[in-house]
């Protein structure tokens, strides 16, 4: 009997003193990215340059149609022309692990852009244009 009782009791004393440990609720918590989603709902974008071809063919003013986009959470956005205000409503939404912009104009037309860059600051996507060229349009994040 006496052998049995030292093992039960480091046992006992094992058990006791694990289930007493506890994790510290207080760690630092970690920062976390902000997702592309928080990114592009974030604010508007103003529409800053177009290249085709890889040559710059407008920047800022000088671009015709000028327009800013303005997405939100739910799913919507809006196209703004920055000449007379006039807004156009659409949805939108990330495809293809945020390397796809699909946009749902107010006419049905279905548009895929490849997102080249999602900062703070800068979306910058790319599309083959009506005349077969690739275009990129870089916008600036306005607050």
């Known amino acids: 009997m006496h052998k049995l009782r030292y093992p039960v009791l480091a046992l006992s004393l094992l058990t ?8 510290d609720s207080a760690a630092t918590p ?3 990215a902000t997702s592309s989603t928080q990114q592009l709902t974030t604010g508007s974008w103003r529409l800053d340059q177009i290249k085709q071809g ?5 920047t ?8 800013s986009l303005t997405f939100r959470t739910d799913g919507t956005y809006t196209q703004k022309l920055l000449a007379d205000g006039t807004t156009y409503p659409g949805t939108w939404m990330l495809m293809s692990n945020n390397t796809v912009l699909h946009l749902l ?3 049905g037309t279905s548009n895929d852009y490849a997102v080249a860059a999602l900062t703070a600051t800068e979306l910058r996507y790319t599309f083959t244009n009506k005349t077969g060229a690739v275009e990129e349009r870089t916008f600036s994040a306005q607050p």
């Open 54 to 58: 890889g040559q710059v063919t407008g």
């Open 16 to 23: 006791l003193s694990l289930g007493s440990c506890k994790k």
């Open 30 to 32: 970690q920062p976390t």
């Open 105 to 107: 104009d107010n006419k």
């Open 60 to 67: 800022g003013s000088s671009i015709k149609d000028q327009y």
